[in-house]
């Protein structure tokens, strides 16, 4: 869009948690418009993680959401027929989409009977800064340390 910024949409709380965070993660997690099952999905995740960690789990999932969000990523920029690959620092709001598609994403291709506890079992490791999810926030993390001599092309 040229002329306007698009208007934030207001997105209500869950009804279980109350909490606006959770809205946004089963937003990601719904496939088809199916917000139901996305819910039934994560409250079933919730259950399991409260069970083996005796925690409160939505502070579980929490912590587990803050290891996996990267703070700083690459972007390619070509400059002179070369292209590098610059660290940049993220937006507050897409670190925490890229950390929440990271989880559901790496969750997905776990080997677990149902995707409640295929999440469950990635919100467990990413709490215990383990696991598929912490790891690409790992690598990103080195890519941009590695290529930190290029920052001054920053655009």
Not at 90 to 101: A, L, Q, Y
Request: charged share 35%; aromatic share 8%; with cysteine.
């Amino acid at each position: 869009m040229r002329k306007a910024k698009p208007k934030k949409r207001i997105i209500l709380p869950d009804p279980r948690f109350s909490d606006v965070l959770v809205t946004k993660f089963v937003n990601n997690i719904m496939n088809e418009g199916k917000k139901n099952v996305a819910y039934k999905i994560f409250y079933e995740a919730m259950d399991i993680v409260a069970k083996k960690t005796n925690e409160d789990c939505v502070e579980v999932w929490k912590k587990a959401l803050a290891n996996v969000t990267p703070a700083v990523e690459v972007r390619s920029r070509r400059i002179g027929g070369a292209t590098f690959q610059i660290p940049s620092e993220i937006r507050p709001t897409r670190k925490m989409s890229i950390g929440m598609k990271n989880l559901i994403g790496y969750s997905r291709k776990r080997h677990e009977k149902t995707m409640g506890q295929k999440l469950a079992g990635e919100i467990l490791a990413a709490y215990k800064e383990e696991g598929a999810a912490f790891k690409k926030k790992e690598d990103t993390h080195r890519m941009a340390e590695a290529n930190k001599a290029f920052s001054h092309f920053r655009f």
